[in-house]
């Protein structure tokens, strides 16, 4: 049977890039976003491969509904990767707007946590992977960023998390870009990741062979 994939924050730059690099690899792909219009154009391009379904990821019940159409669609889910996540327009604590923070931390944090407790029943029938969308953000130090604070809960989480997984043969991982051209920047950067070099790095953890976990993929720019 076919491979699924349910990708989060799918409607643009590395979700949508790792949708099309999963079909091409062959797999069935669930579109989850906000972004009706977004999705279903991207599910237009892919075909019949491709399944959107407009979703909060911050709310459990739409993110279940999700997972089970999904299932029901394609008969199996193998993967979910967790991509959706926000930023901050003011950056720093003593300056920042807690209104900001609760939204993000729903975002970057919670809707991981529903995603991965709502994903564990269906991954468990394949011996399936959950793969985060982590930053070179939760790997350093950067002065008063509560972003930053919400990657670093992500990739203590991944390992905690593939740990858990290794009980019924599941796999986490944790992919870690450092700057990526998407429109989570108001300025187009061409000369740092492309959001298909994330998606190649998506791929490549979910292809390992059942012997291999790779837990976390750190990729940076080379300018």
Known sequence: ?????????????????TARAACDAGWNVALLARSTDKIEE???????AALAIPCDVTKRDQLEAAL???????????????????????PGVENGDPDEWHDMIHVNILAVLYAAKLAIPHLKKTKGHFVITG???GRD?????VYSATKHFIHGFGENLAEEMREWGGRACVIAPGMVNTPFFDEP????????DVAEAVLFA??????????????????
Do not use: C, H
């Not at 130090?141 to 960023?145: D, I, L, N, Y």
């Open 68 to 90: 089970s159409k999904t299932a029901d669609t394609f008969g199996q889910i193998d993967g979910v990767f967790a991509n959706a996540g926000t930023g901050v327009s003011t």
């Open 42 to 48: 991207l599910s237009a391009e892919l075909g019949d």
């Open 1 to 17: 049977m076919t491979k699924t994939l349910v990708i989060t924050g799918a409607s643009s730059g590395i979700g949508a890039a």
């Open 141 to 145: 130090s950067f002065k008063g960023s």
């Open 189 to 196: 950067k061409p000369d740092k990741l492309q959001p298909e």
């Open 135 to 137: 930053s070179k953000a």
């Open 206 to 223: 979910l292809s390992q062979p059942a012997t291999s976990s790779v837990r976390e993929i750190y990729l940076m720019p080379n300018d």
